[in-house]
Structure formats: structure tokens, C-alpha cells
């Protein structure tokens, strides 16, 4: 008899207990669910074109990422969207561009206030201790840091002084392509002494 007076209360319990926890979740669900709609909205808002979305959830990343052929997806989208488009990556609000302008603008101009840009996941690598850290592959702070000490090597004056080296390299290069014309080149790096 205590059994199943027990196993009542317990049924019981459980049953408001779901019923509780449906209540709670199903407008919790709907306001998730207006929320990811209003987010695929954003570039929509600011008035950027971009690419249907193709779920609310995902965005466009199942699409830029069928196939592994994210570049000729972007190429595509750049002729339908123009230069400079956004998208949505889950939930990473991503701006793919190739207008020099606003890429001088954040490389160059004002490199200190942008943090960093999206690499592919393919291409993560350890940003403290990974020894293929460079400035093409560092993220956030790593990459700030890589950047500003990288800048002072590209001035104007220090890219000239390497014009002379790398046209004589190329002349090298482009006499041993034309002796060499229709056969195998095998070509080594060797010193040169300047």
C-alpha cells in the first residue's frame, strides 16, 4: 500500500513537473525563435546586402561550407552581392570584402582599434606556442601584437631598399625558366651574396 501510494506521488510530481517545465520552455522556444530571426535581420538593417539565409540557426554556413569549396562560394556571392557583402556564420556576424579601400582602412589606418579577422577553423593553430605563428594566422591580441611589430618593417623607404634584390631574383628566376624552356626545373634556393 506504501508502494503504491509512493509511486502515485511520485507519478504525480512528475507530471507537473513536465507539465512546468513545458510551460517554461515553450515561450522560452518562441523568443529564441524570434530572436535568431531578428538576427539573421542585422545586415538587413545596416543596409549590407547578403546571401538568403538558409537557417536561422546556422545561417549561412551550411552553404559557404558545402562541399569545402568556400572560395568559389564567396566568388559567387561577390558577383551577386558586389564587393563587399556580410553573412552569418552561426552566430558570427561575418563582413567578406575586397574593396582596397576598406581594407587599407582596417590594415593599415586604423589596424589598432580592429582586434582581429576570421580564419577558417581549418587553419587554427596554437596562439601562444604554435611555431607556424605569424601575422597571416594569429588571432585577436596575438595578432594586434604580430601586427604592430610587423608594421614597422613596411615602410615606404625599407620596401624600396628591397625593390633592387627582388627584381634581380626575378631576372634569375626567369633566365633559368627560359634556358631551361620544356624541361624539368629543379629549382633550389641557393645564397647569394649581395
Known sequence: MFILSFLTSLFSFLLKLSTWTALLALPLGIAYFFYLKHRSKYFQRLGIPQPPITSYFLGNLEEFERDQKQHEKLIEWHKKYGPTFGMLQG????????????INEVYVKQFHSFQSRQLHASMAIDQKNGPNLNVFFGEGNQWKRLRALFSASLTISKIKSVDPIMKRAHNELVGVLKKHENQVVDIIPQVINF
Open 91 to 102: 552566430a558570427h556576424r561575418v563582413i567578406v570584402t575586397s574593396d582596397l579601400n576598406i
